[in-house]
């Protein structure tokens, strides 16, 4: 969800406002998405690296991050919206991880739509992650080397639980993938646009599952 921080210097506002519109955006989006069919939407809100970020405006995110959980549980609840968290968002502040741990609870039973958010999140260290956690089955004796396949590997990543990545947006013309979900995106489609996240709206989500309706996927196969 890049360009929040731009958006707000096109308007000569606090970075904090474009952080307030950018959450304004995933509730339209959010709802959008139950409207039009998505199994599963992951939003990457905060990555391992946004800790380089100045301490002030870290503490605006956080500050967001509670009032958007504690406004929005009652709509996720009421519209069948399940909510998961993937990276090691237990690092957080413990009144945030409790806050976090009550809304997945409340939400554990809903399943028109899973809405993933990535917090404190890396590609790389859910790998490792992963790759630790296939390395302690082998140990204990619970997995043969043999076994020790793509699937095991998958199986102890955040996602697990979750359908194949399908298509991957990347807002504000940025053309990289910065850590995000690297292995699920190994055969994910991708759609760029120029706007800005404060600006992606419902309309421009149904544009991008148009765009990826049309494309031929061959898995490598042909």
Request: charged share 30%; aromatic share 8%.
């Amino acid at each position: 969800m890049d360009g929040n921080g731009r958006w707000a210097k096109k308007r000569h506002l606090p970075r904090v406002m474009g952080h307030r519109r950018g959450v304004e955006a995933v509730r339209e989006i959010v709802r959008a998405a139950g409207d039009l069919g998505l199994e599963a939407l992951t939003l990457y809100a905060f990555s391992s690296e946004n800790w380089k970020r100045p301490p002030d405006e870290v503490g605006d995110l956080m500050g967001l991050l509670k009032r958007f959980i504690i406004a929005d549980l009652e709509e996720f609840r009421a519209n069948g919206v399940r909510l998961k968290v993937i990276g090691r968002y237990k690092d957080l502040a413990p009144d945030i991880v409790a806050l976090i741990d009550d809304a997945i609870e409340k939400t554990a039973h809903n399943t028109r739509t899973t809405l993933a958010v990535a917090l404190n999140y890396g590609g790389q260290d859910e790998l490792v992650r992963a790759a630790k956690a296939m390395a302690q089955r082998i140990a204990d004796g619970s997995l043969s080397p043999e076994n020790a396949d793509a699937d095991a590997l998958a199986a102890g990543l955040d996602t697990a639980d979750m359908p194949p990545l399908d298509l991957l947006i990347r807002t504000s013309g940025e053309q990289r993938l910065s850590n995000f979900l690297l292995w699920q995106c190994a055969y994910a489609e991708l759609w760029f646009t120029e706007t800005l996240w404060p600006d992606f709206t419902p309309a421009h989500l149904a544009e991008a599952m148009a765009d990826f309706a049309a494309r031929e996927r061959r898995f490598g196969g042909r």
